[in-house]
């Protein structure tokens, strides 16, 4: 029975540290905030607790599909996004803070679309 107790105390613990890390944004570096990427969209997925983005990007390193965390679907709703605003085969630029150790992907702090809606 005390190892029962001990196991479910220490996942207690250890549960609350997990899901701060997965909120974490450590990854990002927030500090840019004007750092613009333009690419074919493959997969445009508003959800909460995070908003999904993969964009097909062709640069100097190649043609690529890179995934990018943004915003909840709250967050994107209140700013001015609709469904079907976005839809895969759109060209979209992201406003993203990129990754901390210059991998590919990064966090979406905002979306223009081909016509020029911000949100």
Do not use: Q
Request: glycine letters at 10%.
């Amino acid at each position: 029975m005390k190892k029962l107790i001990a196991a479910t105390a220490l996942a207690a613990v250890g549960l609350p540290c997990t899901t701060l890390a997965h909120h974490s944004a450590a990854r990002f570096d927030l500090s840019i905030r004007d750092n613009m990427v333009t690419g074919i969209v493959k997969e445009f997925t508003p959800a909460n607790p995070h908003t999904k983005i993969v964009l097909e990007v062709t640069d100097e390193k190649g043609t690529r599909d890179i995934e990018y965390e943004g915003h909840s679907r709250n967050n994107y709703y209140r700013s001015g996004w609709r469904v079907g605003m976005v839809e895969p085969g759109d060209e979209i630029t992201l406003i993203a803070a990129p990754t901390r150790d210059g991998s590919d992907g990064g966090y979406a702090l905002g979306v223009i679309t081909e016509d020029g809606v911000r949100f």
